[in-house]
């Protein structure tokens, strides 16, 4: 049995079919179509738009569309300065992503407070959600945007999703026993 | 010079009210003695001497000395083409001036912030609530007395928020020193 978790195919051996442990397929599905959903709140977002326009194309990474519903996107790009009065709508649409969620947190604001070091700026928005991957930069070049988005790629490859599905279902069986094989 | 024409009629309307005319690179200032008569002055201006573009109003903390609060209102007209800037002090005790939304309805946001920033409230104001802070935060922030960082506040629906870290001070610099490195220090305390 294969053991590998690339993707590997050679019709020549295969002849049609491909063969993988469920979990590489699935997190090459969810890494390849990475849906963000554009947190822009200042100057980031233009180097967010920046890297979504043609030059620096993000569709190229499987980010095709922004979804500005929370409902329908995979990524949050919090882009910009998080104020607490903007905490506040910025945790509220976390939560009403669907699982499975990731966040990017892009510049200094987002990643620390930035230059903010005020009354009225969070010092990070991983204070409130928390963050996969941090981009340094004020703002960021649109290729280390793109660079983050590989290196949740990256990531997400190592995600183990099997695991994650059995505890779950460990969780939720009604006398606490131990459901399904092992 | 135009402007100072329409200030002499001001002044001429409402006599010791207004103060003189004062003047400082083109830009004619005039101060109004009682604050409460400030929409009167304001509603004047707009009507009769063609004022009809409220440019900005702003307040300013003058911290250690009575009146504490100078609010300033910078008008312009089209039609003339002509700033002017009228000023009144209010004490702390008071805190309070009569709103002039009657008059320019963008007065609206302008004292939104005043009172969000300073803690000044406008009588008659449509709708006086905190415009940058949240509703419920408990300080006014610009005012003098209050530090960079901010105080902890404990709101449970806002996130949290704690001072924030400022590593030794805000890192402005010092005028007229000669060198990058006198301009520029470290670190500097409120006390320098």
């Known amino acids: 049995m294969q053991t590998s978790t690339e993707l590997a195919y050679d019709s020549k051996i295969e002849g049609g079919f491909v063969v993988t442990r469920a979990e590489a397929a699935l997190n090459w599905c969810r890494k390849n179509s990475l849906w963000p959903m554009p947190m822009g709140l200042a100057c980031c977002a233009i180097e967010l738009m920046a890297a979504g326009a043609s030059r620096f194309d993000i569709s190229r990474f499987g980010s095709e569309v922004m979804r500005f519903s929370p409902r329908q996107s995979d990524v949050m790009i919090v882009a910009g300065t998080v104020t607490y009065k903007m905490a506040l709508a910025l945790r509220r649409i976390y939560d009403q992503m669907a699982e499975p969620k990731w966040v990017i947190a892009m510049g200094a604001c987002a990643s620390t407070g930035g230059m903010y070091r005020s009354y009225a700026v969070l010092q990070g928005v991983d204070q409130i959600v928390p963050v996969d991957v941090y981009v340094a930069g004020c703002p960021p070049r649109p290729e280390a945007l793109l660079d983050a988005l590989i290196k949740l790629q990256k990531k997400i490859e190592k995600q183990p999703v099997l695991k994650e599905l059995e505890i779950s279902s460990v969780l939720r069986s009604k006398h606490g026993e131990k459901v399904g094989t092992n | ?192």
């Open chain 2, 1 to 192: 010079m135009a402007v100072l024409d329409l200030a002499a009629k001001l002044k001429a309307q409402f006599g010791d009210l207004i103060s003189a005319p004062s003047q400082f690179r083109g830009e004619v200032t005039v101060k109004v003695a009682e604050p409460e008569r400030v929409a009167e002055v304001c509603a004047f201006a707009k009507n009769s001497l063609g004022f009809d573009y409220l440019v900005d109003i702003s307040s300013v903390d003058n911290y250690g000395s009575d009146p504490r609060w100078t609010v300033v209102y910078e008008l312009y007209g089209y039609g003339h083409r002509c700033h002017l800037r009228l000023k009144t002090d209010v004490s702390e005790e008071k805190s309070e001036l009569p709103t002039v939304t009657t008059v320019w309805r963008g007065a609206d946001w302008h004292e939104r912030e005043i009172y969000d920033m300073m803690g000044i409230r406008f009588r008659g104001h449509p709708d006086l609530r905190r415009i940058l802070m949240w509703e419920g935060y408990p300080y006014f922030p610009l005012r003098k007395d209050f530090p960079l960082a901010g105080k902890p506040t404990d709101l449970p629906d806002v996130a949290f928020t704690k001072s924030a870290p400022l590593e030794g001070g805000p890192f402005v610099t010092l005028p007229g020193g000669k060198t990058a490195v006198e301009r520029e220090p470290r670190v500097r305390t409120p006390e320098s």
